[in-house]
């Protein structure tokens, strides 16, 4: 029905691998069984500019067929299992009409990261203009994307940091660079501070 393609590319910094699960490249394409969900528009994108930035590993799903995140069996779990990171940061796509994306970590024992996450990043967000009016939410009781499913982030083989953002942070190629810039420098701070 859609291009399939899973793409795995080897970085400098094997401790961080940055990865789009849902990565499609119209609105239309649909994921998953029966292709019954829209696919996370331009998030491998957003993935590979994040992963360049940072020379680290980067893993893209696009038009999967299953949902690559939440099945032990599937390629890009396997892929993520044998590289073993320190750090796990999924881009996804919501379709909210609001300003706000979220980052999140759906696990109650690791909430304390999602929180520390999303405060480095707010505070590089608020040295940019155009970033400051964007909402961030870390704390897993106040967040609406919550992956409860999401066994790449669930798990607690490594640290996983679950981003959610809105379609014009992803189409609007000035507001993403400059946003891709602010997710690098909380990347660094955040792994600084734990490693």
């Known amino acids: 029905m859609y291009d399939i393609e899973l793409k795995y590319r080897k970085g400098k910094h094997r401790n961080i691998l940055i990865a789009a699960p849902h990565h499609c490249e119209s609105r239309n394409e ?31 799903c696009k038009n999967y067929f299953i ?9 890009y779990y396997n892929i993520i299992d044998n590289l073993k ?21 759906a696990s109650q024992r690791k909430t304390q990261h999602s929180e520390h996450f999303s405060q480095i990043l ?36 490594w640290i996983g940091i679950h981003i959610e953002l809105p379609i014009y942070l992803r189409q ?12 690098v420098k909380a990347i660094k701070t955040f792994m600084q501070v734990l490693f």
């Open 67 to 75: 949902d690559p995140n939440k099945y032990e069996t599937s390629d």
């Open 85 to 105: 990171p320190s750090l796990l940061v999924e881009i996804h796509g919501h379709g909210s009409k609001n300003n706000i994306y979220e980052i999140e970590i």
């Open 172 to 183: 609007n190629s000035i507001v993403r660079d400059m946003f891709i810039d602010a997710v």
């Open 30 to 60: 649909k994921i998953g069984f029966n292709y019954e969900r829209p696919g996370d528009k331009y998030t491998g994108k957003v993935a590979e500019l994040i992963a360049d930035k940072l020379e680290c590993g980067l893993l893209i």
């Open 122 to 157: 707010f505070d590089e967000m608020k040295k940019n203009d155009e970033l400051d009016k964007i909402t961030i939410c870390g704390k897993l009781d106040k967040i609406y994307f919550t992956a409860p499913e999401t066994l790449t982030i669930q798990n607690e083989k």
